[in-house]
C-alpha cells in the first residue's frame, strides 16, 4: 500500500510539472509569434512617356491581406543587374544625378512621400503619384522602383513584432520632347542550345578565329535558341517578332518571341512563348517529327507599328532521330550477345 501511495503522489507531480510547463512554452510561443507581412501592389509595372515640363498622376493600389503594419515609402532609380530582368538599386542608368525629389509626390492627403503610415489588416488604399518633369530636363530614359517597406521593429498592438518586408513597382520613364524618341537596337548573339555534330578545333576557337558548329537534336525535341539582344539607343522597347525555321522538305514553322522590355544601354535574353500563349495557326505549330537540315532566323521590330525592323544572322541545325537509332543499335547489341552466349 506504501508503495502504491508513493506512486500515485509520484505520477501527481509529474503531471502538474507537465501542466505547467506546457502553459509557459504556449506563453512564450505567443509572445514571440511574429505578424505577417503580406502585401500587394498594382500595377507592379508603370510605361510612361513624358515630356519636359508636364506632369501626370498615376493610382497605386495597395492590398494589406496580412496584420496591420507601419509602411515607409520611397522611391529610388535602378539598373539592370543582368540579362535576365532582374534590376539593382544602386543609380540612374544614365549615369545621371539623382533626379530632384520633386519630381514624385502625393496627392493624398492623409500621407507624404518618405513619411510612414499604418496601413490596417485587410485595408485597400490607393495612392496618387504626381510625376512632374521639370523644363530643363534631358530627354533621356529614367527607371525608378516605387518602394514601399515595413519598420521590422514596429510594434502595432500586443507583444507580436513584425516580420520586415518590401515590395516595390518599377517605373520606366521616357522624356521626350517629340513623343517619339529614336530606338536602336542590334542582335549580338542567335545559336542553338544543342550537341555540336561537326566543329572547328579547339586552336581556332581559343584563337578567336571563325569557328563552324553544326548543331544536332533528336527529331522528337524541340529546338531551343539563344537570342540575346542589345540596347543601343536611350530609350527602352520590347521585340515584336519571331523566330522563323524552315526545313529542307518545305516543313515550316515559327516561335513567338516574347515582348520583353529591354532597357537603354543594356544586354537582354530574349524569350519565346509558351504552346498555349501561341497563335493557333497551323503553319506556326512544329512538326511532330523533325529530320533533315533546317535553318533559322529571328526576326523582329522595336514596337508594335513594325518600326526598326531587325534580323539576325541564319544558323543551320540538323535533326535525326537519335534516341530511336540508339535504342535500335542496344537492342542489335544485346541480341548479338544472347545469341553468341547460346552458340557457346
Not at 507601419?70 to 544602386?90: K, Y
Request: glycine share 8%; with cysteine; net charge positive.
Amino acid at each position: 500500500m506504501k508503495i502504491s501511495k508513493h506512486l500515485g503522489i509520484r505520477f501527481r507531480v509529474i503531471l502538474l510539472t507537465s501542466v505547467l510547463f506546457c502553459g509557459i512554452a504556449a506563453i512564450e510561443t505567443t509572445a514571440i509569434q511574429a505578424q505577417i507581412f503580406s502585401l500587394g501592389i498594382y500595377p507592379p509595372l508603370l510605361e510612361v512617356m513624358m515630356m519636359p515640363g508636364k506632369s501626370i498622376t498615376q493610382v497605386f493600389r495597395l492590398e494589406n491581406s496580412g496584420d496591420e503594419m507601419i509602411l515607409n515609402t520611397q522611391i529610388v532609380p535602378f539598373e539592370p543587374a543582368d540579362e535576365f530582368g532582374n534590376i539593382s538599386l544602386r543609380g540612374s542608368t544614365s549615369g545621371e544625378v539623382e533626379p530632384p525629389k520633386n519630381w514624385f509626390n502625393f496627392e493624398n492627403a492623409d500621407i507624404s512621400l518618405g513619411k510612414p503610415f499604418v496601413l490596417k489588416a485587410g485595408q485597400t488604399k490607393q495612392i496618387v503619384l504626381r510625376i512632374k518633369i521639370p523644363q530643363d530636363t534631358r530627354e533621356d530614359d529614367y527607371y525608378f522602383t516605387f518602394l514601399f517597406s515595413s519598420e521590422p521593429s514596429a510594434r502595432i498592438s500586443g507583444t507580436a513584432t513584425q516580420e520586415a518586408g518590401v515590395i516595390g513597382a518599377n517605373i520606366l520613364l521616357t522624356v521626350s520632347r517629340t513623343g517619339k524618341p529614336v530606338k536602336k537596337g542590334e542582335v549580338i548573339e542567335f545559336s542553338t542550345q544543342h550537341f555540336c555534330l561537326l566543329s572547328s578545333p579547339a586552336s581556332l576557337r581559343e584563337a578567336g578565329r571563325a569557328v563552324f558548329c553544326l548543331p544536332i537534336l533528336d527529331s522528337f525535341d524541340k529546338p531551343e535558341f539563344l537570342l540575346r539582344v542589345k540596347n543601343t539607343g536611350r530609350a527602352f522597347w520590347k521585340p515584336f517578332g519571331k523566330i522563323k525555321i524552315e526545313g529542307i522538305l518545305g516543313q515550316k514553322w515559327e516561335q513567338e518571341l516574347l515582348p520583353e522590355n529591354v532597357l537603354a544601354g543594356s544586354i537582354r535574353q530574349i524569350r519565346v512563348a509558351t504552346e498555349s500563349a501561341r497563335l493557333d495557326s497551323a503553319r506556326l505549330a512544329q512538326p511532330a517529327f523533325l529530320v533533315g537540315p533546317y535553318r533559322a532566323k529571328a526576326e523582329f521590330s522595336l514596337d508594335e507599328e513594325g518600326g526598326s525592323q531587325i534580323s539576325s544572322t541564319a544558323i543551320s541545325f540538323l535533326a535525326l532521330p537519335i534516341k530511336a537509332l540508339i535504342g535500335v543499335l542496344t537492342g542489335c547489341v544485346i541480341v548479338f550477345i544472347i545469341k553468341s552466349r547460346a552458340v557457346q
